[in-house]
T-cell receptor, first 113, second 114 residues
Framework: QQQVKQSPQSLIVQKGGISIINCAYENTAFDYFPWYQQFPGKGPALLIAIRPDVSEKKEGRFTISFNKSAKQFSLHIMDSQPGDSATYFCAALHTSGTYKYIFGTGTRLKVLA | DGGITQSPKYLFRKEGQNVTLSCEQNLNHDAMYWYRQDPGQGLRLIYYSQIVNDFQKGDIAEGYSVSREKKESFPLTVTSAQKNPTAFYLC?????????????FGPGTRLTVL
């Protein structure tokens, strides 16, 4: 019940296309859902995050869509660029719980020029 | 500048030796974490600490030890009991609360056992 399942494992998108990465969770106590971007040899950096009281959050070309009833959330990268090529991790947190973030297994995105 | 520092960036160790990885934060965060990342893999939690002088085991704590004597510092010792310690180690911190739960990561330490 503590798992966050992320798919796909890898993704190849043409420049200008839309990249979509999906995550699913079981624990309904989770109430904070961040996405992280990691470049090779670097630490992950927060990209965007959402709480379950909204269904969508947009920041620039990055959008999180959240479906509370299905217990799923996804990251959409619009107009994907070669500079977006990185590994993306979703995560979930129960903010009143143990401070323990549960991470998905990661998606390696490659955007072709 | 606020942030998390990890040192060293690269570390080489001989088999059978203990080694300590440093993690310092000046963000005034209560919680700190250590993760291990193997090539092409996700993040696995080793230990985390919610408050000074207290810490909890994560999913892969065997062969590792930590201390949290100061709010700013959370060093990780990789002991000789860790059978496969070569990996990328990431430290993180957060200040969970109603106003935000962002977890910040340090730049990482790459440990290689020779």
């Amino acid at each position: 019940q503590q798992q966050v399942k992320q798919s796909p494992q890898s993704l190849i998108v043409q420049k200008g296309g839309i990249s979509i990465i999906n995550c699913a969770y079981e624990n309904t106590a989770f109430d904070y859902f961040p996405w992280y971007q990691q470049f090779p040899g670097k630490g992950p950096a927060l990209l965007i995050a959402i709480r379950p009281d909204v269904s969508e959050k947009k920041e620039g070309r990055f959008t999180i869509s959240f479906n509370k009833s299905a217990k799923q959330f996804s990251l959409h990268i619009m107009d994907s660029q070669p500079g977006d090529s990185a590994t993306y991790f979703c995560a979930a947190l129960h903010t009143s719980g143990t401070y323990k973030y549960i991470f998905g297994t990661g998606t390696r995105l490659k955007v072709l020029a | 500048d606020g942030g998390i520092t990890q040192s060293p960036k690269y570390l080489f160790r001989k088999e059978g030796q203990n080694v300590t990885l440093s993690c310092e934060q000046n963000l005034n965060h209560d919680a700190m974490y250590w993760y291990r990342q193997d090539p092409g893999q996700g993040l696995r939690l080793i230990y985390y600490s919610q408050i000074v002088n207290d810490f909890q085991k994560g999913d892969i704590a065997e062969g590792y030890s930590v201390s949290r004597e100061k709010k700013e510092s959370f060093p990780l010792t990789v002991t000789s009991a860790q059978k496969n310690p070569t990996a990328f180690y990431l430290c993180a911190s957060s200040k969970p609360g109603a106003l935000g739960n962002e977890q910040f990561f340090g730049p990482g330490t790459r440990l290689t056992v020779l």
